[in-house]
């Protein structure tokens, strides 16, 4: 061995020598191209030209801040209060936005000394992050400092436009007189929908002219507005796995049970408080009546303390196997849709995005009966009914009413739960894909859903599971001919009279409750209370309508904290109807004169007061109101002292949204600097 080092021992001292060398000339071209590539044109700033060197200490001061817990990407968080966050509609700041934003700020020449630094590290609970930065970075202190001073200077510069949002003293006055000024009324509401006659028969004329005036116009349902177009719809196809199917299929075994009771002993209990009932000791009459009776005694009650009782395993058997199986049988049935998920996907796993960037479709998936057959070869497999449904074209609205579809939603990890009414419309013609990421959640037709979809029992428990797909899609467009919608146009010509009629019976009690009050003016007309009492349709769509009068607690104009009209039960938010019960409390208010003739009911005693009543038309011209101004409330100024300063916060608040929102947008950035990109093609990398 030694003969051989001694005999090569020239060779490899040469061979190292240029090892190293070509290391050395390696690591000497890395650095210069690193400094070259920090020295690379980013971007023009009012005339000026950046480096890319900014980008990177960007990106050092992003991570600092990012390790001592302060959202660099969100900065708008610490300037406005998260009540009204959501409000904003923006994403978090990119790398180079954020660094345009810290050149802007430096700039400007902000003053921030290390006690103003220290003070705010102080109040974000930071402080104690300081020196673990410094040792997972190895930087000083005065760098982390630094770091912080500049995204200080940042929330300064941006200060300047959100310290400008001011209220005047009238403004405060009339936003909390909107929400704390409030007023009691009752009310009748006449919807048309109780004077519908479901025989009443329409002519063809009258059929065809409904249908070619609102043929090409959109219904609205929020304004009772009649129309044939219909809108954007698609139609689904789905499996679904009920778990009450899979329950039956689930066995529990005693080991189990007990277990489990093991386990939860403490939820097996029950609390028992005895009975207590004072001994009495009744006296004992003489043989003599008139000697003196000795009084009774009573022994003091006999009480115990309350006791914890420890249900025994046989009573509480019963109810832990359905506990147990009613979990099993929701795993199972998760286990088995995701099965069905998979095998759906699989033929999209190796497809291409196109043009459009929606996946290509798999050949033989578009095929009649592919859903259908896979449900049933699954079903056989697992043993467990799996229901196979197809819809017709459904609107978004359609999708939410649908009893066997309402609340169906995704949970996908990182996302908000997605409602089936939501997803199913981002397919290639209603959902534009080309600017959006990768990640982006969208269908394409016959593409299956990411994730599986759940539909909860009362009680929040997993109920049923879905898959669908979407397998057709229309966009808005009129009805080919009157036969697609002659059943519609039908029904509304019955709705137009009854329409005719609610207004007359409306009218009918307006007038009588100018006359008498509301109440006694109800009370008087048994047809129109007979008409107005709760229906099967009501008990069906969970309303309690009760008796037809209604007395809401007292309202305001406005829901606090909002520029929304109060909600009043029975009515919902409406500013029109709001606004017409505010309209009485003013001391010259006049009642509408009725066309009617004047009611021959009694009046009101001379001695009262005329009561104050109105008849109201909301938003929806299907629904009326009788109502009747019961007390007023208005802003005492001892209210108006003690909620003056919450208001002003919550008027500035809302004023600084938009600010924000201009400020934060990467476009407003770009524009406000007046940036241009070296080279638009190139993308920020991830931090």
Known sequence: MMKWLRKYNKHMLVGLVAFLMVAFLIQDYLTSRQQDRAHEDWGRLKGTMLRTDALEDARTTAAILERLRIDWRNPWTA???????????????????????????????????????????????????????????????????????????????????????????????????????????????????????????????????????????????????????????????????????????VTILEDQSRNYYR????????????????????????????????????????????????????????????????????????????????????????????????????????????????????????????????????????????????????????????????????????????????????????????????????????????????????????????????DRVIADLRLKHADERAEEMADRLYVAACAMGLKAALEADPELKGMLAATDEDEDEGKDEGHPLKEPAAFPRKSPFTNEPAFVPGVGASARFVNACFEMTASDWQPTLSTRPATTQISAPATQPAPKVSLVHTENARNRYVVELVTHEPVREDLYAARRAAVRDHLISMRRIPMLQAWYTPEQIHRRLQFEPARVERSAEAL
Not at 219 to 232: L, N
């Open 79 to 249: 300037q406005l209060s998260w009540l009204y966050q959501r409000q904003l509609d923006l994403s978090s700041l990119s790398i180079d936005d954020f660094a345009l934003l810290l050149y802007e700020a430096r700039q400007a020449d902000w003053h921030v000394t290390s006690r103003h630094v220290e003070a705010y590290l102080q109040a974000n609970g930071a402080d104690r992050l300081v020196n673990t930065v410094r040792q997972q970075y190895g930087v000083t202190r005065d760098q982390v400092y630094a770091a912080v001073a500049d995204y200080m200077k940042m929330l300064r510069q941006s200060a300047l436009v959100l310290d400008s949002a001011h209220v005047t003293e009238n403004e405060l006055r009339q936003s909390v007189r909107d929400a704390m000024e409030t007023v009691k009324v009752a009310f009748v509401a006449i919807p048309s929908k109780r004077f519908v006659d479901p025989t009443l028969q329409s002519s063809e004329q009258e059929i065809q002219a409904q249908y070619e005036q609102f043929r090409d116009v959109e219904p609205s349902e929020e304004k009772g507005e009649f129309g044939y177009k219909w809108p954007r719809r698609v139609a689904l196809e789905m499996l679904s796995i009920s778990v009450a199917d899979v329950k039956p299929s």
């Open 263 to 486: 386990q939860h002993r403490e939820e097996f209990t029950v609390l028992e408080i005895p009975s207590t009932a004072p001994a009495s000791q009744a006296a004992t009459q003489p043989d003599d009546p008139t000697a003196s009776t000795p009084a009774a005694t009573t022994a003091p009650a006999t009480a115990t303390a309350p006791s914890v009782r420890q249900k025994p395993f046989r009573e509480v058997r019963e109810e832990i196997e359905n506990t147990l199986r009613e979990r099993a049988a929701e795993s199972r049935s998760r286990e088995f849709i995701d099965q069905i998920l998979s095998e759906l996907s699989s033929p999209w796993m190796v497809q291409k995005r196109g043009e459009d960037k929606y996946l290509q479709r798999p050949s033989g998936v578009d095929a009649p009966g592919y859903l259908e057959e896979i449900g049933r070869r699954f079903s056989e497999r697992f043993g467990v009914p799996i229901v196979h449904h197809r819809t017709g074209l459904m609107s978004e609205a359609d999708l939410k009413a649908d009893k066997s579809l309402k609340g169906l939603h995704a949970i996908i990890e990182g996302e908000m739960p997605l409602g089936l009414s939501d997803y199913a419309f981002r397919v290639p013609l209603f959902f534009d894909a080309t600017n959006v990421s990768e990640t982006e959640l969208r269908l394409a037709l016959y593409q299956p859903s990411h994730s599986p979809f759940v539909q909860a029992a009362d009680d929040g428990s997993p109920e049923r599971f879905v898959v669908f797909r979407v397998i057709d899609a229309r966009e808005s467009e009129s009805p080919k001919s009157l036969d697609e919608v002659r």
